[in-house]
């Protein structure tokens, strides 16, 4: 069984940054951040595995979003800078604990958090 928190979205101004933080309970093999904005598929931003640490993102957040862990405190992170408006979704935080699936496609992820909401404003 794991266990997923998110916190840290809120409403910013396009171009600033926000930080969102997930507390992790349980083993994991990957870990990764999605978002579904209203009207549109849930899609993969960015997965870390958090054995090796290999990071990968989604086109569309290459260069802005860094994913990271700190196994000390059991959260994942995800760093967003050079917010757009089109980033505005709800994120979740999810967890693989099988080494099979694709690495972005949310129905190879069991667990979720309840989610959180970014929203940028022009």
């Known amino acids: 069984q794991v266990l997923l928190v998110e916190s840290g979205g809120g409403s910013v101004q396009a171009g600033r940054s926000l930080r969102l933080s997930c507390v992790v309970s349980g083993y994991t093999y990957s870990l990764g951040w999605f978002r579904q904005a209203p009207g549109k598929e849930r899609e993969g931003v960015a997965v870390i595995y958090t054995g090796s640490g290999d990071t990968y993102y989604a086109d569309s957040v290459k260069g802005r979003f860094t994913i990271s862990q700190d196994n000390a405190k059991n959260t994942l992170y995800l760093q967003m800078n050079s917010l757009k408006t089109e980033d505005s979704a709800m994120f979740y935080c999810?967890?693989?604990?099988?080494?099979?699936?694709?690495?972005?496609?949310?129905?190879?992820?069991?667990?979720w958090g309840r989610g959180t909401q970014v929203t940028v404003s022009s």
């Open positions: 999810a967890a693989k604990t099988v080494v099979t699936g694709r690495r972005f496609n949310p129905a190879d992820f069991a667990y």
